[in-house]
């Protein structure tokens, strides 16, 4: 079986405040910035806008679904998306009431993305959650966000979540909700998404193990009998332009290591694209031969630099991308 890709790359930007460490003061304000964001992503020509997740992280953040309620409510062109929603930190009724809604005032343009987390185990013992759990409860959680979004009376019979009938009004905007992308690089949470889901987040990988993924995904999609008209195909990049690699890298390097508060080095250099815009280009066009077909991109930058550094990967690097679009 061979997954359906979508015709056309898009491309998109997750949208994040300043890790600790970097401008700190205007870190912290980042949120109260997002309208210029979004009007910025619009004019040049940005698809869709992301927003991460997590209740307690290394530096500051903000919750993703309302991030994403303002700039539903500041765009109507741009696709909302969770990148990714960690959806075994919370029970999934009232994110499903959530998530309906969001989609409901943006008219039908949410991307769900949903991944297990661990990384940062406190923040389960802060929720009550047990952190090994959170696979089974991510699988569980998806199936009960479909029932949920139907529309119609429903109960679960789970290990986690059971409930008796009942029904949550009114539905998402789009028949059934909307589509449900799962993250993670494991080969459990690989055979989740082939399972389960209507796309693949990845992250910190290569393109040759983006396309062993896909496979993996789509053999467990046939395993499970679907038939798929559809599946989303998307990569979190992170993008450090600059005048070559070596500036690049030596930048991006110390950066995600103050963002995820872990040495970051190994994996800025073989995961990220960086250096000129040909050399970014380069790289996204690897990932697009491999099977990506929407890119999120994550631009490293102290806030204060985001929008030119936004303006710059949109004058000089997506002409190079054209013919995907």
Known sequence: MELPLEPRLSIGYQNVLAPTGYDDAEGAAAGRDLPETVRLLDALGFDSIWSGDHVAFAGPILDPLMQLAQVAALSDRLTVGTAVYLLPLRHPAPVAKQVATLDTISNGRVIFGVGVGG??????????VPVQERGARLSEGIRVLRKLWSGQAVSHDGRFFPFPEVSINPPPARRGGPPIWCGGRSDPALRRAGRL???????VVDPKRYRRSLETIAAAAAEAGRTLERFGTSHLLFVRLDKDRETALAFASKFLSVRYAMDFSSATERYCALGTAAEVAETIRAFHAAGMRHLVVNTLSPESEKAAHLQRFADEVMPLLADLR
């Open 197 to 203: 889901a209507d796309g693949w987040m990845s992250y």
């Open 119 to 128: 990384e940062f185990p406190t923040e389960f013992e802060l929720c009550g």
